[in-house]
């Protein structure tokens, strides 16, 4: 887009174009292609440049067409290229308010989604949780819109499978489905021997997932930090320098994370203990490196390793504000009795270590609330809800919002909503799970034993297993082969444990590629804010 218009260049964004554009590409990049100014097209306050070429990023909403229309009245740059992110509308409009003739050229490009990963975008969209929550129509109108941009992004005309007992797959399967038929020249790409396949899930049918603590760097930082749009605050971290206050964590811009984000957090330790321990030698320091800690003090000793390796200084400071989490907040405990919970079914055990974590002070209430609410969804049919909320008040340090997220989850996901068999505990289910989870792992850790439901629903999938009463076909008939591209939709939001997995299959098998999204991308604290506002 920015290469074909040679030139000094301005690009000008709406609120979802600059996310998206923040999140594709670098400021340097874009300076290499003379873009030398962004902007915002509802901004009233621009100054006349007409000496620039004006890009315009946007979405293809009424609300821009009349931004765009107020502004070729009056038109504040010498040249316009109007991009639109999907299908585009109110072209005669456009034209007919292009009285100066300063629109060179309008085009589609298909851009209506947030990429996060190679494998994995979002819609930017909460809380998706369900339909009859405040704003859903919108909600829905715009994930169905990022859905077919994504696919005409990557020109493919699906099948679409989605979960039959979800009432939001179902209407978004719908939509899909018929804006597919209505518009069949946008979808006339190659028919390839084996169709393309869009599965669209629900969060519903898997809530462990994004409360639980994880393990792999990108999902760690997201869980106790957060990352909001490539970028980690870390401006209320102690000890952190000024130039690490916020910090940019992109696989596209960085290696080094793009290398590492699916590592645990033990092993990417040991990578960035190996990188120091080769620039000491060296130098020829003498400094002993063996810690974390020992890792931050020789870069405070060598400056030209923060110029030098920048990257993995950025990196040593997330560590370094993880590290001091997990000690604060006793998390190795808190992990190992979370995947008990999730991964065993003994509920004596289960029942005694909870209400001992909910009446020991030195653990954090966010983590008791999550611990708490693993304990109600496995052990719902033991009716211990009363006791369990009479604990978390005794506590003394929760909100009424917070006391009512137990009985707001089983009213949510609770095994009466659920269809699919989130604990593996009906029969022959729970013995090919773990053998999964081996597979997928590599060696048992106590931390990690908890697989997504997401691994077992596309493990079925690619070997033919999944059942089309549970996962009907909407568009196209139903087939045997294991399918080649598959893009995968959550609604209700998706995890870095899930992208994470994806990843894994993908590497595991070259010859299928998985793509996933997800209405947003959640951790805990997000998931249970979105739990909340359900009406």
């Known amino acids: 887009m920015t290469e074909k218009v040679h030139g000094m260049k301005v690009l000008v964004l709406d609120q979802d174009t600059s996310g998206i554009v923040s999140m594709a590409v670098s400021h340097s990049t874009m300076l290499q292609q003379e873009v030398y100014l962004f902007e915002r097209i509802d901004n009233p306050g621009r100054e006349l440049m007409i000496h620039l070429k004006a890009l315009c990023l946007l979405r293809p909403t009424p609300a821009n067409v009349a931004l765009l229309k107020q502004e070729l009245h009056d038109p504040k740059y010498g040249e316009y290229h109007i991009f639109f992110t999907n299908v585009a509308i109110g072209i005669d409009e456009l034209a007919q308010a292009d009285e100066h003739e300063v629109v060179a050229q309008v085009q589609e490009f298909y851009a209506d989604f947030y990429p996060v990963n190679p494998a994995f975008f979002t819609f ?22 990022g859905i077919c941009s994504v696919l005409l992004a990557h020109r493919k005309k699906p099948f679409i499978r989605y979960l039959a007992s979800s009432d939001m797959c179902t209407v978004v399967a719908q939509q899909v489905a018929e804006r597919i038929k209505s518009s069949p020249e946008l979808y006339d790409f190659t028919k390839t021997e084996i169709p393309p396949l869009l599965l669209l899930l ?86 002993k490196v063996q810690t974390l800690e020992d890792i931050k003090k020789f870069c405070e000793t060598f400056p030209e390793f923060r110029k030098v390796s920048s990257n993995v200084t950025k990196h040593v400071t997330i560590m370094g504000e993880i590290s001091r989490q997990v000690a604060l907040r006793k998390l190795l405990d808190v992990s190992e009795r979370e995947q008990e919970l999730a991964c065993n079914n003994d509920h004596a055990t289960a029942y005694r270590r ?26 719902e049919k033991q009716n211990k809800l009363p006791e369990i909320l009479q604990l978390l008040t005794l506590r003394e340090n929760y909100s009424g919002a917070e006391l009512g997220l137990p009985a707001q989850m089983l009213c949510y996901a609770g095994s009466d909503q659920r269809k699919l068999d989130l604990f593996g505990t009906r029969g022959l289910l729970q013995r090919t799970k773990k053998a999964m989870s081996r597979q997928l792992k590599g060696v048992e850790n106590i931390y990690t034993q908890h697989t997504p439901l997401l691994f077992e629903i596309l493990d079925g999938l690619l070997t033919c297993r999944l059942k089309e009463t549970e996962f009907p076909f909407i568009l196209g008939a139903p087939f045997k082969e294991r399918p080649v591209d598959v893009f995968v939709i959550i609604m209700g939001g998706a995890t870095y444990e899930e992208a994470a997995c994806v990843a894994e299959l993908n590497r595991q098998n070259p010859v299928t590629r998985i793509v996933l999204g997800g209405t947003c991308v959640l951790n805990s604290r997000q998931f249970l804010q979105n739990l909340a506002s359900i009406k």
Not at 354 to 367: H, R, T, Y
């Open 124 to 145: 930017n969209v909460s809380p998706m949780l369900s339909l009859t929550e405040p704003g859903i129509a919108s909600e829905m109108e715009r994930v169905i819109d």
């Open 202 to 287: 629900d969060r519903r049918e898997d809530p462990l997932s994004p409360l639980l603590l994880q393990w792999t760097y990108q999902a760690m930082v997201h869980e106790l930090i957060g990352i909001t749009r490539n970028k980690v605050d870390l401006s209320h971290a102690p000890g952190v320098h000024a130039d690490t206050k916020e910090v940019v964590l992109s696989p596209d811009q960085d290696q080094f994370y793009a290398d590492n984000m699916y590592l645990n957090f033990g092993d990417l330790g040991t990578v960035v203990q190996d990188l120091v321990n080769d620039f000491a030698s060296k130098t020829k320091s003498t400094q």
């Open 354 to 379: 909870v209400v001992e974590m909910l009446q020991n002070p030195i653990f954090a209430k966010e983590d008791v609330l999550r611990q708490a609410l693993l304990y109600i969804l496995r052990y």
